[in-house]
């Protein structure tokens, strides 16, 4: 039997760090997923640079004037680009802009997005700096489906990160990312298997069940 | 060496069940406190009882009119009580009023709480049922320093607890509760042991570490 691969895009702003990590899940066998393309709103997004060097089509879309947003002939640009390359799943990785209607209509219930804490604590951007200036003594990561809030879709998987007294914001970042890659992985294959069936606000998995 | 007892006292509104637990970890030899009193704003909360049983002094002391506060004058009750069994720490264990200036000020950096959430999410009343409607995959419990917000001050401990699929706000909260039971005990045999200390929101355990 040849097990089908979730054809997936993923759109990033920065280094890729979490591309770099599915890429490697895939690479290893771990996930049944082929990252189509990769697609940034920043032309030279590392992103970009780390698809191409495994062979996964990476393209710059012009996002647009606005700061925060697509516009949205842009985001008209960025699902036809999902379109041609017939993806079914969107993950974001470190995707800095907020999808709206026309992107998120395009593709409902079909993308994912991974945030560095224990949603709904810390929300929007530098949750891990959020996070430890707050004082938190257990800080996390988050996959949740994609809504129009932001990062308040419902949530797939949590991971629990403890915070040390002699931490930085940046140890912390560390020891988050870690659980980034592992459930990021985790939660697609999720997807890829149907496993995944959202009841209301909650994500419940299907089948054998999976420890966040 | 006898070992100097810290003498805590008690605000409970309930069954009391983070009240047996500090007891009964005080009797197991694992807490280095006496409580000298537990005072409730209800007259007939089970926590009274369980305080008698243990022979410890049990006060219901009226609030005054007010539904979520107590008046002026009740807090100054609450004080003078509080001061009468030369009470050094506070600890809340359910007590469902919030605390304003005058005992505030009164018990300044010592009176500590207990939540069954991981703060900053699901504050206020009924956060297992928040936590679980909102659909997180893992919640848990804070122990924290009180202030004048509702459940914002400095975080002493958190302990997560995972949220599993075939949970009810039933099942959830036993499993949270257990939590509760471990980590405020710790939470007050580090303030007996004079190891706390805060640094803006965040608090330091000096001395070898305890894992939340």
Not at 21 to 50: F, M, P, T
Not at 63 to 86: F, K
Not at 96 to 113: D, Q, S, T, V
Not at 121 to 138: C, D, H, I, N, T
């Given at each position: 039997?040849?097990?089908?691969?979730?054809?997936?895009?993923?759109?990033?702003?920065?280094?890729?760090?979490?591309?770099?990590a599915?890429?490697?899940?895939?690479?290893?066998?771990?996930?049944?997923?082929?990252i189509?393309v990769?697609?940034?709103?920043?032309?030279?997004?590392?992103?970009?640079?780390?698809?191409?060097?495994?062979?996964?089509?990476?393209?710059y879309?012009?996002?647009?004037?606005?700061?925060?947003?697509?516009?949205?002939?842009?985001?008209?640009?960025?699902?036809?680009?999902?379109?041609?390359?017939?993806?079914?799943?969107?993950?974001?990785?470190?995707?800095?802009?907020?999808?709206?209607?026309?992107?998120?209509?395009?593709?409902?219930?079909?993308?994912?997005?991974?945030?560095?804490?224990?949603?709904?604590?810390?929300?929007?951007l530098?949750?891990?700096?959020?996070?430890?200036?707050?004082?938190?003594?257990?800080?996390?990561?988050?996959?949740h489906?994609?809504?129009?809030?932001?990062?308040?879709?419902?949530?797939?998987?949590?991971?629990?990160?403890?915070v040390?007294?002699?931490?930085?914001?940046?140890?912390?970042?560390?020891?988050?990312?870690?659980?980034?890659?592992?459930?990021y992985?985790?939660?697609?294959?999720?997807?890829?298997?149907?496993?995944?069936?959202v009841?209301?606000?909650?994500?419940?998995?299907?089948?054998?069940?999976v420890?966040?």
């Amino acid at each position: 039997m040849i097990t089908r691969r979730l054809p997936v895009g993923v759109l990033a702003s920065g280094r890729g760090s979490n591309l770099q990590a599915l890429i490697d899940h895939i690479e290893a066998g771990r996930l049944d997923a082929e990252i189509r393309v990769v697609v940034s709103d920043v032309k030279d997004a590392q992103a970009l640079e780390r698809a191409r060097r495994h062979g996964i089509d990476a393209c710059y879309i012009d996002p647009g004037p606005r700061r925060t947003i697509l516009t949205a002939e842009a985001e008209e640009r960025y699902v036809q680009c999902m379109r041609d390359h017939g993806v079914e799943l969107i993950a974001l990785a470190g995707f800095m802009r907020i999808l709206k209607e026309r992107f998120l209509a395009a593709h409902a219930g079909r993308i994912l997005n991974i945030h560095p804490a224990l949603l709904p604590s810390f929300p929007g951007l530098q949750a891990q700096r959020q996070a430890f200036e707050y004082g938190v003594k257990v800080s996390g990561c988050t996959v949740h489906f994609v809504d129009a809030g932001i990062d308040t879709g419902p949530i797939i998987i949590q991971a629990s990160v403890p915070v040390r007294d002699d931490d930085t914001v940046a140890s912390l970042s560390e020891r988050i990312l870690e659980e980034e890659h592992r459930i990021y992985a985790e939660a697609i294959q999720l997807f890829a298997e149907g496993r995944l069936r959202v009841e209301g606000r909650r994500v419940i998995i299907e089948g054998p069940r999976v420890e966040g």
